[in-house]
C-alpha cells in the first residue's frame, strides 16, 4: 500500500512539475509560473502557488531561457532578445562538447612589413608552412590554453607557440575567442657584422644566419563546428617581438652585430582542421 501511495505522488509530483512554466533566470534561479506575455524587454507572468494573484514582470536580459509547461523553450540572449528556433536547436545540437581539441593546417607567418621596412635588402617572402595545435577547455569551454609547434617548408623557420583564448562566444556552431600567443622561432635574417677592435680597422661584412626570436601576439580565432567531433578553426595574429639574438657563427669577439633598431611586428594567420575527443 505504501508503495501505491509513494508511486501516485511521484506521478502527481511530476504532473505538477509538467503543468507549470519555468524562468530559468541569471541570478534568481528557477521561478515557478505561468507566463502571460513576452514583450521586447519584459516578461510577464503569475507565480504558480498563487495563479489567481497579482502580475509580476521580469526583464528580459536577466532570463536565460523559458520551459513551458508543454516541453517548449524559449532562450534569451545576454542583452534580452530572444532567439530564434533555428539557433536554439543549433545550440542544443553543439552544447557539451569534448574539451580536447587537436588541429593541423596551414601557416602564413611574416615579420616584416613588406615594401616598407627593408633594411639590409632582407628576404621579405613570408613564411609558408604548417601547424599542429592541441588545446584544452576549461571553466565550461570559455578559456582555453594550447600549444602549437610549427615550421616552415619554403624557407627556414621553425618553432613553437603558446596560446591561452578567453571564448567570447563559447556556445553554438561558431566560437570565438581572443588572447595572447607567446612564440619562439629560429630563422634566417641578414645581420651586418662589424670590427669593435680599435686595431682591426673598423670591416664590416654583411652575412645571413640564424637567429632566435622570442614574439608576443594577440590572437583573434574563429571556430566552426561541422559535427560534435570536426571542426575548421581559422586564427590571426599580431604583435611585437620581444627579444632577438643571432648566431655569431664561430666570428671573434670582436665582430658585433645590430639587432633590429625598429621593431617590427610579428604578424600571420592559421587555417586548419581538427578533431574533438
Known sequence: MKKIIAVISLCLGSYWLRAQDLIYTKKEGVLQTKVIE??????????????????????????????YENGSKELFSFTGKRLAEKYIKELEQFSGLPNN????????????????????????????????????????????ISISPFAAWNRRYYGVSATAQFYTKNKGRTRVGIGPMLSYSVQDRV???????????????????????????????????????????GDMFIGPILKEKAFRNNLPDYWTTYVRKNE??????????GYRF
Not at 524587454?41 to 520551459?67: C, Q, T
Not at 613588406?114 to 621579405?124: K, V
Not at 617590427?264 to 582542421?273: A, I, Q
Open 38 to 67: 513576452i514583450t521586447s524587454s519584459l516578461i510577464r507572468f503569475k507565480k504558480f502557488e498563487n495563479i489567481n494573484g497579482p502580475n509580476y514582470s521580469i526583464a528580459n536580459r536577466y532570463v536565460d531561457s523559458i520551459r
Open 101 to 144: 581539441l587537436v588541429s593541423t593546417g596551414f601557416e602564413l607567418s611574416s615579420f616584416n612589413l613588406p615594401n616598407i621596412f627593408s633594411s639590409n635588402n632582407e628576404d621579405q617572402t613570408p613564411f609558408a608552412g604548417w601547424y599542429i595545435a592541441y588545446e584544452r577547455l576549461f571553466a565550461k569551454q570559455k578559456l582555453g
Open 191 to 233: 645581420f651586418y657584422y662589424y670590427q669593435t677592435n680599435a686595431n682591426s680597422g673598423g670591416g664590416s661584412i654583411r652575412m645571413r644566419t640564424k637567429t632566435h626570436i622570442t614574439s608576443l601576439a594577440i590572437n583573434l580565432s574563429i571556430m566552426s563546428n561541422i559535427s560534435r567531433k570536426i571542426f575548421i578553426d
Open 264 to 273: 617590427e611586428p610579428m604578424m600571420g594567420f592559421r587555417l586548419g582542421v
